[in-house]
């Protein structure tokens, strides 16, 4: 079952036994001793392709503000009760009845305290009131299409045989109750302003359409056509199908099987069940609100990822035992818990309660209530954007290449960057790719709002891959590792999104440090200055004024606007060798802070972070450092650093999230690396391994986590226009959005 406190999840942490990988940043195996001279700006070759949506899942915006919308039973209005009219003809005259087939355009009525069993053919144009009870063998209408109407009065009962369905165009009042069975037919359209208990079996096809201000309590329940109620009860199945919206407060039954079909739940709905089997990906549970429940003993799916689709955000679910089909008929519930499969609100520690409503009582615990300095919120995911599968354009492979880093234009346009270290030479060694080839993708994403996100065109570059960019102006900057240049930094056009084919506007640059590269070539035998030695790889670039602030795996420094090394007063090229990679940059608030490791070995190593002015562009006096913040294991995560006032952050891998100013820290355990870490007025949003949590600002400690319930560890993240961007390594792009739950009584 769920727990309550919001405290569980560093509990689950713990116990959980889940491994976690890590994201590369293309460091491994990077001699930052070789020699490569500095060349001019060079431009290169890439390979532009059109969208792909097929890629981007978008759950959409699951969850509305509570009262945006009317609740079920507020959807429709019922007419007041009629009365018989005075040139009705009393449907229990066999005279009038007319074997069955009463006259066209005419009214007839059941009167109270008479019962009437019979077969009926309806020609068109024919109401009948029934007042008091009235079953219907068989119901046609030989073929002719028109308007028919029951209305079932106050004490009045209508029923039908077990194989009969209302017939097309025919519509039902009902202010009594209907019986025995119900099955409203194709265009058919059922309206009722009372509790329907004593069916035995209800039902809606895929063009009926059923509306009721109160209950439906039968022993089975199935609904394929749009249906509206307070509550659908089922004693034994309730059976959603085909593409039917549900509108209701409240599911009950033994089993409910989802098919297919979108279920919206009043703001505090419930779905109580036994058995709760997912047989089909398309079925969605919606809430016209911020809270809702999906509780069961048992949920039985075909697939770990239906659930994130299945179940929207602000919907709580309640689950005793999870259970997956493996191709045969047999349930299998072995080995399974709530981390293996994933949610959109994937907390286990989220808000499991709803108030009594009109049709159902209370369920869970209540929470406290929540102080308007700490709401309840929930993180939600609204869409995947899945690795990149290329194989006709450059061998891009689903859980290989991996998403690096997000960043934002000024129109909110997203610019995402992707990597792969290869082994495809002996320059090129990385023994967990043996074979393939080294390459990098740039990819765009357009944010529609309430619309979703779609994907532009992207660009795979061969022999390149990008560790980070920043969009400057009408430009991309990127700094990574290409085969043939080793360390680098590009340009490209925002714009290029709407190239095809092979372009000539991608300009890269060798970067450098400072040691001279000379030649003993010459004829003489004296050595010659020819550049500078590699950089080994480019982990980070910032823009500050003018110039650009590069982080790479030699060291740290600035460039100009060109790409060109800039000179100190005495001409020498501006560069701090590190003795380990330098790994991130940021600048705020009129800061820099850089993050290096304290060494080069290839397990672990100490960081350390050094404050600087910002524009301080020589990197000359280090206003304040941060010596051996803590061990970074493995050395290859992105670990970024990020000023926010006086608070300094340092991701330190499996270290954890350290804020170095008051040495608070945040870690999910030993294998859960934090790579990647954004923060906005109230809360830090940390990547780490598997999980997206969100702390609170004050402590760091923990209010809402999603898990994505696999091995692949998120590199970095990013906020805007009140979503949160994460570049998921081999898990693509994900986006989320925070949620604030709203219990009302």
């Known amino acids: 079952m769920l727990r309550f406190t919001r405290n569980s999840a560093l509990l689950f942490a713990a116990v959980s036994g889940v491994l976690y990988l890590t994201g590369c940043s293309s460091e491994e195996g990077i001699d930052p001793d070789q020699k490569v001279p500095e060349s001019a700006l060079d431009t290169d070759s890439y390979s532009v392709y059109g969208p792909n949506q097929s890629r981007v899942h978008n759950y959409g915006n699951s969850s509305t503000r509570a009262g945006e919308y009317p609740e079920a039973v507020d959807s429709f209005t019922m007419p007041d009760c009629p009365a018989i009219p005075a040139d009705a003809k009393d449907l229990t005259d066999s005279s009038v009845l007319n074997y069955g087939t009463p006259a066209v355009n005419s009214s007839y009525y059941v009167a109270a305290g008479k019962t009437l069993e019979t077969g009926l053919c309806l020609k068109g144009g024919i109401t009948i009131y029934v007042a008091g009870k009235l079953k219907v063998t068989s119901l046609g209408n030989e073929g002719v299409a028109g308007e028919n ?24 009042l009902n202010y009594g109750d209907l019986f025995a069975n119900v099955t409203v037919g194709e265009t058919a359209k059922v309206y009722s302003a009372t509790d329907i208990t004593g069916c035995t079996t209800f039902g809606v096809n895929s063009t009926g359409e059923f509306f009721s201000k109160g209950s439906i309590v039968a022993q089975n329940v199935r609904l394929n056509g749009n249906s509206v109620a307070c509550a659908f009860i089922a004693e034994e199945e309730l059976t959603l199908n085909d ?13 409910l099987t989802l098919n297919a079909s979108n279920v919206i739940l009043d703001n505090n709905g419930l779905v109580e069940v036994n058995r709760l089997n997912v047989s089909n990906q398309d079925t969605r549970f919606t809430v016209n609100g911020t809270n809702a429940v999906v509780a069961a003993k048992e949920l039985n799916t075909y697939n770990l990822t239906w659930p994130k689709q299945v179940f929207a955000a602000g919907i709580a679910v309640d689950v005793e035992t999870y259970m997956i089909n493996e191709g045969t008929k047999k349930w299998d519930q072995t080995n399974w818990s709530r981390s293996d499969f994933e949610f959109q609100v994937s907390s286990e520690d989220q808000v499991v309660y709803v108030p009594a409503a009109g049709c159902h009582g209370s369920y869970g615990q209540k929470p ?17 954007i899945e690795p990149i599968e290329d194989p006709d354009h450059g061998d891009h492979d689903h859980g290989v290449i991996s998403a690096t880093c997000i960043n934002f234009g000024p129109d909110g346009t997203a610019y995402a960057s992707y990597h792969l270290r290869g082994n495809g030479n002996d320059a090129d060694k990385n ?4 074979g393939v080839k080294q390459k990098g993708c740039i990819e765009v994403y357009k944010d529609n709002g309430e619309g979703g996100i779609t994907l532009g065109s992207y660009m795979i570059a061969p022999d390149y891959d990008f560790n980070h960019l920043i969009v400057d102006g009408d430009k991309i900057i990127t700094v990574g590792n290409c085969k043939k240049k080793d360390a680098f930094i590009g340009s490209l056009p925002v714009s290029f999104a709407s190239s095809e084919g092979v372009q000539d506007d991608f300009k890269v640059k060798q ?46 420094g600035p460039l100009n606007l060109d790409f060109s090394r800039v000179n100190d007063a005495d001409g020498n090229k501006i560069f701090t060798k590190t003795t380990g990679s330098c790994k991130h940059i940021a600048i705020n608030g009129g800061k820099a802070a850089v993050l290096s490791l304290d060494t080069y070995d290839k397990t672990s190593s100490t960081a350390s972070v050094n404050m ?6 020589k990197f000359a006096t280090v206003l304040r450092s941060y010596d051996k913040v803590g061990t970074v294991a493995p050395v290859d995560g992105k670990n970024v650093v990020a000023i926010d006032g006086d608070n300094v952050y340092a991701c330190l891998s499996e270290g954890g999230l350290v804020r170095l100013n008051d040495n608070k820290k945040f870690s999910r355990g030993t294998k859960v690396p934090v790579n990647g870490m954004a923060f906005d007025d109230k809360y830090v949003y940390v990547a780490n391994g598997s999980f997206v949590s969100v702390l609170d600002k004050t402590d760091l400690h923990e209010v809402c986590y ?5 091995e692949k560890s998120a590199n970095y993240i990013a906020l805007k226009n009140g979503k949160i961007y994460v570049a998921f390594g081999e898990n693509g792009v994900q986006v989320y959005q925070l949620v604030e739950k709203e219990i009302t009584e």
């Open 612 to 617: 600087f002015d910002a524009n301080d562009y």
């Open 706 to 710: 999603y898990h994505a319930a696999n």
């Open 368 to 384: 406290e209530q929540p102080t308007p300095d700490e709401p309840v919120v929930e993180i939600k995911k609204v869409t995947d």
């Open 511 to 556: 970067l450098t440090t400072n040691e001279p590269l000379y030649d003993t070539s010459d004829k003489t035998g004296n050595q010659i200055k020819v550049g500078f030695t590699s950089a080994g790889d480019g982990n980070c670039v910032v823009r500050q004024g003018d110039y650009y602030y590069v982080a790479t795996y030699a060291g740290y």
């Open 149 to 172: 109407k029951f209305v079932v009065l106050e004490g009045g009962e209508l029923g039908f045989n077990d194989w009969i369905a209302l017939i097309p165009g025919t519509t039902v």
């Open 243 to 255: 593409k039917a919206e549900i509108k209701t407060s409240y599911l009950k039954a033994k089993t």
């Open 431 to 434: 023994p967990n790719y043996p």
